[in-house]
T-cell receptor, first 114, second 110 residues
Framework: KAGVTQTPRYLIKTRGQQVTLSCSPI?????VSWYQQTPGQGLQFLFE???????NKGNFPGRFSGRQFSNSRSEMNVSTLELGDSALYLC?????????????FGEGSRLTVL | SQQGEEDPQALSIQEGENATMNCSYK?????LQWYRQNSGRGLVHLIL???NEREKHSGRLRVTLDTSKKSSSLLITASRAADTASYFC??????????WGAGTKLIIKP
């Protein structure tokens, strides 16, 4: 069974630009969560989608948004990029029902904002 | 915000020795999980222990949970170079999200 796939793996943007990251969950998983990881703040929860609905949202500004498609694939978008948005963005999938909490992570998308 | 706190923040030991890292949390939990992250990569689920369990084993891993002290420990026995990684605890409380600790960076010296 294929794992969680995130694209792109690396990207460089400049301040003010926007970026879209993609995540394909494990087949059969209906929940996708997004995390931001930085050396200073650690692993921070962004949002979680289940069956195309945002089920939970972390404490991030509105510049951070996401969506989930009917095939469970998910995208997150960051608009008006700031230097502080440089981070490893991790996507994780889970079954989503009868959830015990176990997450399956992708390799991440490393964003550098110049 | 993070609920879990790992201790120590960094740990360096010789190959073959045992490594112990601890996690403390603040509220009631359904379960607690440990994950490993190799440098710059995604996290890998190691083990899940439910709130009504006190100890769990998986290969060279042993996890304990003390809900009265709101703490958990992860023991890696007979460490190997491949165990070099960061280890995170995550608590599952409710509302479909996990609360993460800051991680323990483990270095295994050959």
């Amino acid at each position: 069974k294929a794992g969680v796939t995130q694209t792109p793996r690396y990207l460089i943007k400049t301040r003010g630009q926007q970026v879209t990251l993609s995540c394909s969950p494990i087949s059969g998983h209906r929940s996708v969560s997004w995390y931001q990881q930085t050396p200073g703040q650690g692993l921070q929860f962004l949002f979680e989608y289940f069956s195309e609905t945002q089920r939970n949202k972390g404490n991030f500004p509105g510049r951070f948004s996401g969506r989930q498609f009917s095939n469970s694939r998910s995208e997150m978008n960051v608009s008006t990029l700031e230097l502080g948005d440089s981070a490893l963005y991790l996507c994780a999938s889970s079954l989503g029902t009868g959830w015990t909490g176990e997450l399956f992570f992708g390799e991440g998308s490393r964003l550098t904002v110049l | 915000s993070q609920q879990g706190e790992e201790d120590p923040q960094a740990l360096s030991i010789q190959e073959g020795e045992n490594a112990t890292m601890n996690c403390s949390y603040k509220t009631s939990i359904n379960n607690l999980q440990w994950y490993r992250q190799n440098s710059g990569r995604g996290l890998v689920h190691l083990i899940l222990i439910r709130s009504n369990e006190r100890e769990k084993h998986s290969g060279r891993l042993r996890v304990t949970l003390d809900t009265s002290k709101k703490s958990s420990s992860l023991l890696i026995t007979a460490s190997r170079a491949a165990d070099t990684a960061s280890y995170f605890c995550a608590t599952h409380w409710s509302n479909y999200q996990l609360i993460w600790g800051a991680g323990t960076k483990l270095i295994i010296k050959p």
